[in-house]
């Protein structure tokens, strides 16, 4: 073979040379517009993130001066008297959010586990997390329609059973139950949100090193020592991330909290009775509401996005925290 077919020993060619700067040159500029492109994307996102806080904001303002720091500790909400309070509501999203991550925890991470620990064959698991998928796909509205219709005749007769025989437990205490509770809102939230669970804890699961595994197994560990002492503290991150975001999730949702709550502007400490969430009472009255109502609704939801921002914060203290503890 000679040096002119393989190129070796050949004096540079000025045409070669000018063609590989110009593809450079090209993949640098697409480089830098692709990072500027992102950029400009990243800020349009919190341009718009901001521009809805200070609408709210300003919307709420009449309000806000009117009743100040007062509205959050108020229990009356009178449009007749404009007299306007939250405190119901705050109590009313708090409880329901926290008694919905009661049930959707333990079948989040159960599912998760079920999907990725090989607990059934891939004819089994796959329909179940194409199932779950698919919970997500269900709009809130129809969830509270199945609500009305299904669940609460299913479970009236066991409720009132609970309320006969354990009454005497404020969380369970009160008239017996009729229909929309406080404890229906948490139930239909939590099948709501345990898909956001079972999602990021698989994903979590499917990312840990198989050699963790594997180690603990070769150590003599059984399978459940191996889930226990190893996967979930691994990956207790990604867990806690999903268990923020769900939480998130529920103290945000307003279909269901609008049409299974009752509307009952009380605080009431027994689960089965009705009560009022933020999203709920906006919901309900933004349709109706003269000025200072609209502000005083404006400043509900001030409240509710300083109460996700704080869970928000609280999510990322304890993420880091984690993953300092896996590191």
Do not use: C, H
């Amino acid at each position: 073979m000679t040096s002119a077919a393989t190129g070796y020993g050949s004096p540079p060619n000025p045409d070669i040379d000018v063609d590989i700067e110009k593809k450079a040159s090209l993949s640098r500029a697409v480089d830098v517009g692709f990072v500027r492109l992102t950029l400009a994307l990243a800020g349009f996102a919190g341009i718009i993130l901001i521009w809805v806080i200070l609408q709210t904001t300003e919307a709420a303002l009449p309000a806000i001066q009117q009743f100040g720091l007062g509205f959050l500790v108020t229990t009356r909400w009178n449009p007749v008297e404009n007299i306007y309070g939250v405190l119901p509501q705050i109590y009313g999203s708090l409880v329901t959010s926290l008694v919905a991550l009661i049930f959707a925890i333990p079948l989040g991470i159960g599912t998760a586990i079920f999907l990725t620990e090989g607990f059934a064959p891939k004819w089994v698991t796959a329909p179940i997390g194409f199932a779950v998928e698919l919970i997500v796909a269900i709009p809130s509205v129809v969830l509270g329609l199945w609500g009305i219709f299904v669940l609460i005749p299913a479970v009236r007769p066991i409720f009132r059973a609970i309320n006969q025989t354990l009454g005497w437990i404020p969380f369970l205490g009160g008239p017996a139950p009729r229909g929309p509770s406080l404890l229906i809102v948490a139930v239909v939230l939590g099948i709501m949100i345990s898909p956001i669970i079972i999602s990021i804890t698989r994903s979590t699961f499917e990312s840990l090193p198989r050699s963790l595994k594997e180690g603990a197994l070769a150590l003599g560990a059984t399978r459940w020592e191996t889930l226990l002492t190893v996967m979930i503290p691994a990956g207790l991150s990604g867990i806690v991330s999903s268990i923020m975001l769900a939480l998130g999730r529920a103290l945000g949702e307003t279909m269901v909290a609008a049409m299974l709550s009752g509307n009952a502007n009380r605080i009431n400490i027994s689960l089965m009775q009705p009560g009022s969430t933020i999203t709920g009472l906006i919901a309900s009255q933004f349709g109706e509401a003269g000025r200072l109502q609209v502000s005083a609704l404006m400043y509900a939801g001030v409240v509710l996005m300083v109460l996700t921002l704080l869970v928000n914060i609280v999510a990322e203290i304890i993420i880091r925290k984690f993953q300092n503890l896996e590191q």
